[in-house]
Protein backbone atom coordinates (compact mmCIF):
# COMPACT_ATOMS: atom_id res chain seq x y z
CA UNK A 1 0.00 0.00 0.00
CA UNK A 2 3.05 2.36 0.39
CA UNK A 3 3.11 3.48 -3.13
CA UNK A 4 -0.68 4.54 -3.06
CA UNK A 5 -0.06 6.90 0.19
CA UNK A 6 3.47 8.05 -2.20
CA UNK A 7 0.52 8.71 -5.23
CA UNK A 8 -1.79 10.25 -3.26
CA UNK A 9 0.30 13.09 -1.63
CA UNK A 10 2.23 13.52 -4.99
CA UNK A 11 -0.52 14.44 -6.17
CA UNK A 12 -0.78 17.63 -4.48
CA UNK A 13 1.85 19.01 -7.32
CA UNK A 14 1.94 21.98 -8.76
CA UNK A 15 0.00 20.23 -11.93
CA UNK A 16 -1.05 16.93 -13.21
CA UNK A 17 0.45 16.03 -16.23
CA UNK A 18 -3.09 15.47 -17.46
CA UNK A 19 -3.94 18.76 -17.14
CA UNK A 20 -0.46 19.99 -18.87
CA UNK A 21 -1.25 17.94 -22.01
CA UNK A 22 -5.34 18.93 -21.88
CA UNK A 23 -6.86 22.27 -22.32
CA UNK A 24 -8.25 22.98 -18.51
CA UNK A 25 -10.91 25.33 -17.45
CA UNK A 26 -11.71 25.69 -14.41
CA UNK A 27 -15.03 27.44 -12.53
CA UNK A 28 -14.70 29.05 -9.24
CA UNK A 29 -18.29 28.10 -7.84
CA UNK A 30 -20.15 28.42 -4.87
CA UNK A 31 -22.89 27.07 -3.09
CA UNK A 32 -25.46 28.25 -0.75
CA UNK A 33 -26.46 25.96 1.43
CA UNK A 34 -29.72 27.82 2.50
CA UNK A 35 -30.84 28.09 -0.95
CA UNK A 36 -29.52 24.93 -2.99
CA UNK A 37 -27.91 27.74 -5.53
CA UNK A 38 -24.53 26.98 -7.24
CA UNK A 39 -22.94 30.09 -8.56
CA UNK A 40 -20.18 30.64 -11.21
CA UNK A 41 -18.05 33.40 -9.63
CA UNK A 42 -15.32 33.36 -12.17
CA UNK A 43 -14.02 30.70 -15.37
CA UNK A 44 -10.36 30.51 -16.24
CA UNK A 45 -8.70 29.17 -18.61
CA UNK A 46 -5.84 27.75 -16.96
CA UNK A 47 -5.85 25.36 -13.55
CA UNK A 48 -6.58 27.12 -10.78
CA UNK A 49 -6.86 25.19 -7.06
CA UNK A 50 -8.10 25.19 -3.60
CA UNK A 51 -10.19 28.29 -2.64
CA UNK A 52 -9.73 30.18 0.53
CA UNK A 53 -12.78 32.17 2.10
CA UNK A 54 -10.74 34.90 3.96
CA UNK A 55 -12.32 35.55 7.59
CA UNK A 56 -13.24 38.89 6.61
CA UNK A 57 -15.29 37.52 3.56
CA UNK A 58 -13.60 40.16 1.47
CA UNK A 59 -11.62 37.52 -1.02
CA UNK A 60 -11.25 34.00 -2.38
CA UNK A 61 -7.58 32.83 -2.41
CA UNK A 62 -6.28 30.26 -4.57
CA UNK A 63 -3.09 28.46 -6.07
CA UNK A 64 -2.01 28.68 -9.77
CA UNK A 65 1.33 28.03 -11.51
CA UNK A 66 2.94 27.63 -8.32
CA UNK A 67 1.52 30.99 -6.70
CA UNK A 68 -1.25 32.38 -4.56
CA UNK A 69 -3.60 34.83 -5.74
CA UNK A 70 -6.74 37.13 -4.25
CA UNK A 71 -9.94 38.12 -6.13
CA UNK A 72 -12.50 40.22 -4.69
CA UNK A 73 -15.70 38.35 -3.60
CA UNK A 74 -17.72 41.44 -4.60
CA UNK A 75 -16.24 42.62 -7.68
CA UNK A 76 -14.12 39.65 -9.16
CA UNK A 77 -12.13 40.78 -12.19
CA UNK A 78 -8.63 40.92 -12.14
CA UNK A 79 -7.18 38.65 -9.67
CA UNK A 80 -4.28 40.25 -7.46
CA UNK A 81 -0.67 38.32 -6.62
CA UNK A 82 -0.13 37.62 -3.10
CA UNK A 83 3.87 37.72 -3.48
CA UNK A 84 5.65 35.32 -1.88
CA UNK A 85 9.10 35.69 -2.72
CA UNK A 86 11.01 32.45 -3.07
CA UNK A 87 8.05 30.28 -2.65
CA UNK A 88 7.23 29.99 -5.83
CA UNK A 89 6.04 26.61 -6.03
CA UNK A 90 3.15 26.41 -3.97
CA UNK A 91 0.63 24.04 -4.01
CA UNK A 92 -3.12 23.25 -3.08
CA UNK A 93 -2.66 23.33 0.50
CA UNK A 94 -2.77 26.55 1.87
CA UNK A 95 -4.22 28.18 5.28
CA UNK A 96 -5.45 31.70 6.37
CA UNK A 97 -5.14 32.82 10.51
CA UNK A 98 -8.48 33.17 12.50
CA UNK A 99 -6.95 36.83 12.40
CA UNK A 100 -6.73 37.27 8.22
CA UNK A 101 -2.98 38.37 8.99
CA UNK A 102 -1.44 35.31 7.59
CA UNK A 103 -1.05 33.36 5.39
CA UNK A 104 0.63 29.65 5.73
CA UNK A 105 1.44 27.34 2.88
CA UNK A 106 2.91 24.37 1.08
CA UNK A 107 5.81 24.94 -1.19
CA UNK A 108 8.05 22.38 -2.97
CA UNK A 109 11.51 22.99 -1.94
CA UNK A 110 13.77 24.05 -4.67
CA UNK A 111 16.42 22.08 -3.36
CA UNK A 112 14.92 18.68 -3.09
CA UNK A 113 11.51 19.41 -4.32
CA UNK A 114 9.89 17.93 -1.34
CA UNK A 115 7.02 20.02 0.07
CA UNK A 116 7.58 21.99 3.66
CA UNK A 117 5.43 24.40 5.47
CA UNK A 118 5.94 28.56 5.43
CA UNK A 119 4.37 31.37 6.72
CA UNK A 120 4.38 35.01 5.29
CA UNK A 121 2.26 37.81 6.02
CA UNK A 122 -1.23 37.45 4.27
CA UNK A 123 -0.28 40.97 1.85
CA UNK A 124 2.72 39.11 0.62
CA UNK A 125 6.10 38.43 1.63
CA UNK A 126 9.31 36.45 2.43
CA UNK A 127 8.07 33.22 3.86
CA UNK A 128 9.23 32.10 7.41
CA UNK A 129 10.09 28.50 7.01
CA UNK A 130 8.16 26.32 9.76
CA UNK A 131 8.89 22.43 9.19
CA UNK A 132 12.71 21.25 8.58
CA UNK A 133 11.39 18.01 7.60
CA UNK A 134 9.93 17.28 4.32
CA UNK A 135 7.65 16.19 3.04
CA UNK A 136 5.02 17.81 4.97
CA UNK A 137 1.09 19.08 3.35
CA UNK A 138 -0.31 21.58 5.44
CA UNK A 139 -4.01 21.40 5.63
CA UNK A 140 -5.37 23.22 9.25
CA UNK A 141 -4.44 26.58 11.66
CA UNK A 142 -5.14 26.14 15.34
CA UNK A 143 -8.14 28.80 16.20
CA UNK A 144 -5.50 30.74 18.30
CA UNK A 145 -2.94 30.87 15.91
CA UNK A 146 -0.77 28.83 17.93
CA UNK A 147 -0.12 25.06 15.96
CA UNK A 148 0.07 24.27 12.52
CA UNK A 149 -1.56 20.41 11.74
CA UNK A 150 0.01 19.05 8.73
CA UNK A 151 0.04 15.44 6.82
CA UNK A 152 4.10 14.45 6.80
CA UNK A 153 5.84 11.64 5.41
CA UNK A 154 8.35 10.64 8.10
CA UNK A 155 10.18 6.85 7.09
CA UNK A 156 7.94 6.02 4.88
CA UNK A 157 4.80 6.50 7.19
CA UNK A 158 2.28 9.37 6.07
CA UNK A 159 0.15 10.46 9.69
CA UNK A 160 -0.98 13.53 11.00
CA UNK A 161 1.40 16.08 12.53
CA UNK A 162 1.50 19.28 14.54
CA UNK A 163 3.96 21.73 15.45
CA UNK A 164 4.31 25.09 16.92
CA UNK A 165 3.22 27.91 14.60
CA UNK A 166 6.31 29.81 15.63
CA UNK A 167 8.47 26.54 14.73
CA UNK A 168 9.56 24.12 16.86
CA UNK A 169 9.39 20.15 17.63
CA UNK A 170 6.53 18.41 15.57
CA UNK A 171 4.55 16.13 17.56
CA UNK A 172 2.83 13.05 15.51
CA UNK A 173 -1.07 12.23 16.62
CA UNK A 174 -1.75 9.38 14.65
CA UNK A 175 -0.09 5.96 14.45
CA UNK A 176 -2.88 3.72 12.39
CA UNK A 177 -1.89 1.83 9.27
CA UNK A 178 -1.91 3.63 6.40
CA UNK A 179 -2.39 6.89 5.05
CA UNK A 180 -3.79 9.61 7.58
CA UNK A 181 -4.36 13.10 5.93
CA UNK A 182 -6.30 16.57 5.90
CA UNK A 183 -5.95 17.25 9.38
CA UNK A 184 -8.15 20.59 10.15
CA UNK A 185 -9.07 21.78 13.34
CA UNK A 186 -12.32 22.64 14.44
CA UNK A 187 -13.70 26.24 14.99
CA UNK A 188 -13.41 25.59 18.82
CA UNK A 189 -10.11 23.98 19.07
CA UNK A 190 -11.23 21.32 20.76
CA UNK A 191 -10.99 19.00 18.03
CA UNK A 192 -8.81 17.85 14.74
CA UNK A 193 -10.64 16.57 11.76
CA UNK A 194 -9.17 14.49 8.93
CA UNK A 195 -9.63 11.70 6.94
CA UNK A 196 -8.34 7.78 7.55
CA UNK A 197 -8.04 4.61 5.26
CA UNK A 198 -7.46 2.33 8.12
CA UNK A 199 -10.51 0.93 8.23
CA UNK A 200 -10.46 -0.06 3.95
CA UNK A 201 -12.02 3.00 2.35
CA UNK A 202 -10.92 6.17 3.10
CA UNK A 203 -13.40 7.34 6.12
CA UNK A 204 -13.92 10.81 7.59
CA UNK A 205 -12.01 10.82 11.35
CA UNK A 206 -12.40 13.03 14.14
CA UNK A 207 -10.00 13.25 17.45
CA UNK A 208 -9.10 15.55 20.41
CA UNK A 209 -6.94 18.46 19.48
CA UNK A 210 -3.99 16.10 21.68
CA UNK A 211 -4.25 13.14 19.29
CA UNK A 212 -6.57 11.25 22.11
CA UNK A 213 -9.90 9.64 20.80
CA UNK A 214 -9.39 8.65 17.49
CA UNK A 215 -13.33 8.31 16.37
CA UNK A 216 -14.59 7.70 12.89
CA UNK A 217 -17.51 9.70 11.57
CA UNK A 218 -18.35 8.37 8.15
CA UNK A 219 -19.00 4.82 7.23
CA UNK A 220 -19.40 4.78 3.68
CA UNK A 221 -18.92 1.75 2.06
CA UNK A 222 -19.73 2.99 -1.18
CA UNK A 223 -17.50 5.92 -1.36
CA UNK A 224 -13.93 7.57 -0.31
CA UNK A 225 -14.30 9.98 1.67
CA UNK A 226 -11.72 12.99 1.87
CA UNK A 227 -10.91 16.37 3.14
CA UNK A 228 -13.32 17.69 6.15
CA UNK A 229 -14.23 21.22 6.49
CA UNK A 230 -15.86 22.50 9.36
CA UNK A 231 -18.02 25.81 9.09
CA UNK A 232 -17.27 28.81 10.89
CA UNK A 233 -20.12 27.77 13.33
CA UNK A 234 -19.28 24.36 14.06
CA UNK A 235 -22.13 22.98 12.90
CA UNK A 236 -21.34 21.60 9.79
CA UNK A 237 -19.06 19.50 7.91
CA UNK A 238 -18.18 19.03 4.30
CA UNK A 239 -16.11 16.85 2.49
CA UNK A 240 -15.59 14.96 -1.50
CA UNK A 241 -15.85 12.12 -2.34
CA UNK A 242 -15.48 9.31 -4.77
CA UNK A 243 -16.65 6.47 -5.97
CA UNK A 244 -15.09 3.25 -4.60
CA UNK A 245 -13.76 1.56 -7.54
CA UNK A 246 -12.59 4.82 -9.26
CA UNK A 247 -9.05 5.11 -7.55
CA UNK A 248 -7.71 3.43 -5.08
CA UNK A 249 -8.67 4.48 -1.66
CA UNK A 250 -5.25 5.88 -0.74
CA UNK A 251 -5.62 8.11 -4.01
CA UNK A 252 -7.34 11.78 -4.33
CA UNK A 253 -7.11 12.68 -7.77
CA UNK A 254 -7.74 15.21 -10.48
CA UNK A 255 -10.15 14.82 -13.41
CA UNK A 256 -12.95 12.57 -12.01
CA UNK A 257 -16.35 12.28 -11.53
CA UNK A 258 -17.19 13.80 -7.51
CA UNK A 259 -19.45 14.41 -5.02
CA UNK A 260 -19.49 17.04 -2.33
CA UNK A 261 -21.15 15.75 0.31
CA UNK A 262 -22.57 17.37 3.88
CA UNK A 263 -23.01 16.13 7.57
CA UNK A 264 -23.58 17.46 10.86
CA UNK A 265 -20.60 18.24 12.55
CA UNK A 266 -22.01 16.02 15.64
CA UNK A 267 -22.66 12.97 13.25
CA UNK A 268 -24.65 11.73 11.12
CA UNK A 269 -25.96 10.89 7.93
CA UNK A 270 -23.94 12.92 5.06
CA UNK A 271 -25.75 13.93 2.19
CA UNK A 272 -24.84 14.99 -1.45
CA UNK A 273 -25.55 18.54 -2.30
CA UNK A 274 -22.99 18.95 -5.43
CA UNK A 275 -22.14 16.32 -8.20
CA UNK A 276 -19.19 17.77 -10.32
CA UNK A 277 -16.03 16.92 -12.52
CA UNK A 278 -12.76 17.78 -10.47
CA UNK A 279 -11.10 16.08 -7.59
CA UNK A 280 -7.66 17.34 -6.94
CA UNK A 281 -7.86 20.87 -6.35
CA UNK A 282 -11.95 21.03 -5.98
CA UNK A 283 -11.92 21.38 -1.79
CA UNK A 284 -8.17 21.01 -0.85
CA UNK A 285 -8.63 23.42 2.01
CA UNK A 286 -11.53 24.83 4.22
CA UNK A 287 -13.39 27.46 1.83
CA UNK A 288 -16.66 28.42 4.09
CA UNK A 289 -17.74 31.96 4.11
CA UNK A 290 -17.65 33.72 7.28
CA UNK A 291 -21.64 33.15 7.55
CA UNK A 292 -21.36 29.58 7.31
CA UNK A 293 -24.26 29.83 4.95
CA UNK A 294 -21.71 29.28 1.15
CA UNK A 295 -18.98 27.52 0.66
CA UNK A 296 -16.57 27.76 -2.70
CA UNK A 297 -15.21 25.16 -4.84
CA UNK A 298 -13.67 24.48 -8.23
CA UNK A 299 -15.26 22.22 -10.97
CA UNK A 300 -13.14 21.61 -14.18
CA UNK A 301 -13.73 21.17 -17.70
CA UNK A 302 -11.18 19.41 -20.34
CA UNK A 303 -10.70 19.50 -23.39
Not at 53 to 59: A, H, N
Not at 95 to 102: F, N
Not at 267 to 287: A, D
Amino acid sequence: MKHLWIAALAACSLLTGYAQKQKVTSVLEVMDITTGQRSVIKEFSFLIEAPNWTPDGQWLVYNSGGKLYKLSTESPSEPQLIPSDYAARCNNDHVISTDGKQIAISNGTREDGRSRIYILPFEGGIPRLITPLGPSYLHGWSPDGKQLAYCAERKGNFDVYVIPALGGEEIRLTTAEGLDDGPEYSPCGQYIWFNSVRTGLMQVWRMRADGSEQTQMTFDETRNSWFPHVSPNGKLVVFITYKKGDLEPGQHLANKHVELRLMPAEGGEPKTIVKLFGGQGTINVNSWAPDSKRFAFVSYRME
